[in-house]
């Protein structure tokens, strides 16, 4: 009998590999019947270890891109180059400054494999016109606009 190329995912290295194995496929172009199998199996295997083990409906949506990232050894710089913006708009996201734009879900779910909905939920922005961690000498730049109005 065949050994099975696969197997259940028991292992956090085992769910590294298998991760890995699947980016090279989608990134190999490949359309053949065999990869595409390979790519599904491969998907359900992951999605059956993340059910289990990153509960992502108890996440929020950038604590799952942050997770994501650990996981596939990615940086800021990589996400902002995925979805093809700076890297202070993906640290803004990261920080909780900025929410994620629907082009911007897209390409993550697409990128991860995951459903849209894993980034199309509500979650908390940092206020920063309300936030007192602002630097010194920063003034509000609303107020700024509204003396600029007023006096001329």
């Known amino acids: 009998m065949e050994a099975l190329k696969y197997k259940v995912i028991k292992s956090e290295a085992q769910y590294d590999k298998y991760c890995d194995l699947l980016e090279g496929l989608l990134d190999s172009g490949s359309q053949s019947n065999a990869v595409n199998d390979e790519i599904e199996l491969l998907t359900l295997l992951i999605e059956k270890w993340d059910e289990e083990h990153y509960p992502f409906e108890k996440l929020d949506p950038i604590e799952i891109l942050k997770s994501l990232m650990k996981d596939h050894k990615m940086k800021a710089v990589d996400i902002a180059a995925l979805i ?10 990261l920080n909780y400054k900025k929410g994620l734009s629907k082009e911007t879900i897209r390409i993550l779910a697409n990128r991860f494999k995951l459903n849209q909905e894993a980034f199309n939920r509500p979650y908390k922005l940092v206020n920063l016109t309300n936030s007192r961690s602002k630097a010194p000498g920063v003034v509000n730049t609303k107020k700024k606009l509204k003396r600029a109005v007023t006096h001329h």
Do not use: A, E, I
């Open 84 to 93: 093809g913006v700076s890297d202070g708009l993906v640290s803004d996201m």
